[in-house]
Nanobody, 120 residues
Framework: QVQVEESGGGLVQPGGSLRLSCVGS????????MSWFRQTPGNQREWVAT???????AVADSVNGRFTISGDNPKNTVYLQMHNLQPDDTAVYYC??????????????WGQGTQVTVSS
């Protein structure tokens, strides 16, 4: 069984910073990419950032210049460093691993999410 667990969310004032972490455990193999998404009630899930196994990163325009994604594949860990947070960044943040499982070559593993609230 594979578990993906996010942490690091919380309440922060506008302009503040948070670092989210996500760790995968269990029978997870050959991680190809690690990503962050976010979602607010009543809205679609939004892609935020991705880091691939070769270290290539991509960040959504909405957070470009403020968020940085990084990964540690040997530790099955991905981070999202968030700076200059704004109220519009308030959402549940989810991490996703694209990896090979025991039986599937390309499988997506999702975490349960961590709440980020930006408010005065």
């Amino acid at each position: 069984q594979v578990q993906v667990e996010e942490s690091g969310g919380g309440l922060v004032q506008p302009g503040g910073s948070l670092r989210l972490s996500c760790v995968g455990s269990g029978d997870i193999f050959s991680i190809y990419a690690m990503s962050w998404f976010r979602q607010t009630p009543g809205n679609q899930r939004e892609w935020v950032a991705t880091v691939t196994s070769d270290g290539t990163t991509a960040v959504a325009d909405s957070v470009n210049g403020r968020f940085t994604i990084s990964g540690d594949n040997p530790k099955n860990t991905v981070y999202l460093q968030m700076h200059n947070l704004q109220p519009d960044d308030t959402a549940v943040y989810y991490c996703r691993f694209r990896a090979r499982s025991r039986t599937i070559d390309n499988y997506y593993y999702w975490g349960q999410g961590t709440q980020v609230t930006v408010s005065s």
